[in-house]
């Protein structure tokens, strides 16, 4: 049986309220361990083996392989440098025991004393240079309370852990590379199983940074708004944006894996899977994002007709299910940026004088315009529509009408979400946070949709025609829905920009 581990740092927990917080958390990573198709998958916390790691540390000074020392942060690193022994490290097995039990105990303050391996400090690696097992800190844990005040480090635990577990394979990325021999060091000084150890290149993605250390920075610094923003690429980031499971396995798939550090993966890799899913699995309709009014003029005011539009490019005439109802009356809406004053040859949008067709509906033509004080302002259009259809204009757009006389369509809020960084590699800059991107976030507060689109839960997905796919966010009420942008129609970032 081939069982994978790899070392986690859960952080972000409030210590005032730490088993709600925590049930949150575990909660909220077994529905994300379901919703990669993960399962079955078991969760655990270092925490769970407080106890048997520090009987293994105990152990670890009986076997003469670790002592309690009494340096500084500062002396351990100049030390170190130096490649020399601390004053402490020869000290007797019996004296270093009882000093563990007391820095247990809580009866030595923090800062005081810490319990290190003895490895080589002569080794040409650094890491084998007397590491910290064990450091004094008086403060509870989100996991096992207020039980210990002495706690495990990284290096220590880590590689107890995987083999306590039965890890048969534990899984690190590059900059691990180094801590092997620390790992397999301390297994043999324990005379504990040994995993395989496999190092990888991590996953860099551009425009974003992976980080741990900086996407908390991000966090706690209220840069965005939390670990599930959308502009993130953490899982619960990616799937609050409407990104599926399936995209991100595939995305995984065709990168591979490898070893080679430097390596950027360019995020449009990952949009090209979003797309492919998306487009097979949401259905179509119709959103206007900044709406301008349209009068049609020789359509009786108050009469409202039912149309059908196409929820999947090709459903079948017969297919009932793949069509649904789009009210279409006197006063309809476009996108502002599909009206130009002035007409030009490789114009496809509306303009005075122009037909265009309004899809699913009728060409119309635009007769006059309605302009505010300052003659550049568009305040409403008036228009003709052509009943019979006989006018086949190149430009088609999207639209949603009045679903009743002097009644506003539908309101929706829209979060346009786009690269967090202006950068394609933001982590190589000094002043990442500068390279933070103004517009990677764009709140529309009333667009319009057309009535289907009240029926939507959370989660579902869609297409609005034209703009790109859409998922509805966990923010939405009764009262509004509230839609995030999983991605455009098309990589814009391949010609040069927006």
């Known amino acids: 049986m081939l069982v994978l581990g790899s ?8 210590d005032t309220n730490p088993e709600a917080e925590k049930k949150e958390y575990i909660d909220h990573i077994k529905e994300i361990v379901g919703w990669m198709g993960w ?29 309690v020392d009494h340096q500084t942060a500062d002396e351990v690193k100049e030390y170190r440098e130096k490649k020399m022994n601390s004053p402490w490290r020869d000290r007797p097995i019996e004296e270093s025991l009882r000093l563990f039990d007391e820095m247990k105990k809580g009866m030595i303050d923090e800062g005081k004393a810490t319990l290190r391996m003895k490895q080589d400090m002569q080794n040409d690696n650094f890491n084998m240079y007397d590491l910290i097992a064990y450091r004094i800190k008086f403060t509870p844990h989100p996991h096992a309370g207020d039980k210990w005040c002495i706690y495990p480090s990284y290096d220590y635990a880590h590689c ?3 083999s306590l577990e039965n890890i048969t394979h534990s899984l690190c990325t590059l900059e691990f590379e180094t801590r092997r021999a620390s790992y397999y060091w301390l297994l043999d000084a324990l005379s504990l199983y040994q995993p395989f150890v496999w190092e990888y290149s991590r996953l860099n993605v551009s425009n974003t940074v992976m980080s741990k250390r900086k996407l908390n920075r991000l966090v706690t610094e209220n840069w965005v ?38 390596s950027m993966i360019q995020l449009s890799r990952l949009e090209y ?16 994002l900044n709406p301008l009014k349209v009068v049609i003029t020789n359509l009786e005011a108050g009469l409202v007709m039912d149309l059908d539009a196409k929820k999947w490019p090709e459903a079948p005439a017969d297919d009932a299910s793949s069509f649904y109802k789009v009210p279409f009356s006197s006063v309809v809406y476009i996108e502002r940026t599909d009206f130009r004053l002035k007409d030009s040859k490789d114009y496809y949008g509306l303009a005075p004088g122009k037909s265009v067709l309004l899809r699913y509906a009728y060409p119309i033509k635009c007769t006059d315009v309605i302009l505010a004080d300052d003659k550049e302002t568009v ?10 259809k006989t006018i086949k204009p ?31 590699n933001p982590a190589e800059l000094d002043d990442w946070l500068g390279d933070l991107s103004p517009e990677s976030k764009v709140v529309i507060q009333n667009a319009y949709a057309v009535p289907s689109v009240s029926k939507a839960t959370l989660g579902d ?13 966990k923010d939405s009420t009764s009262e509004k829905l509230v839609f995030n942008r999983t991605v455009t129609l098309r990589d814009n970032y391949a010609k040069g920009g927006k």
Do not use: C
Not at 7 to 14: C, I, L, Q, S, T
């Open 225 to 262: 708004d939390g670990w599930d923003d959308p502009r993130l690429m953490t899982l619960a980031g990616l799937r609050r944006r409407g990104v599926t499971s399936t995209a991100i396995n595939a995305f995984v798939r065709g990168i591979g894996i490898t070893r080679s550090d430097s």
């Open 39 to 67: 399962e079955p998958f078991k969760i655990t916390y270092t925490s769970d083996y407080f106890q048997d790691l520090y009987e293994l540390a105990v152990e670890l000074i009986r076997r003469g392989h670790a002592y």
């Open 461 to 473: 997905r869609f297409q609005f025609e034209r703009l790109g796919y859409f998922a509805v966010d």
């Open 7 to 14: 070392a986690h740092y859960v952080e972000g927990f409030d």
């Open 394 to 424: 190149k430009g088609v757009l999207h639209w949603v009408a009045e679903p009743s006389p002097g009644a506003d369509p539908l309101k929706v809020e829209v979060r346009l979400f786009d690269r967090l960084f202006r950068s394609e």
């Open 273 to 288: 899977h979003i797309r492919e899913e998306l487009n097979k699995t949401a259905a179509r309709t119709l959103v206007v």
């Open 160 to 162: 107890i852990v995987d």
């Open 379 to 388: 305040l409403e259009i008036r228009a003709e529509y052509d009943p019979s």
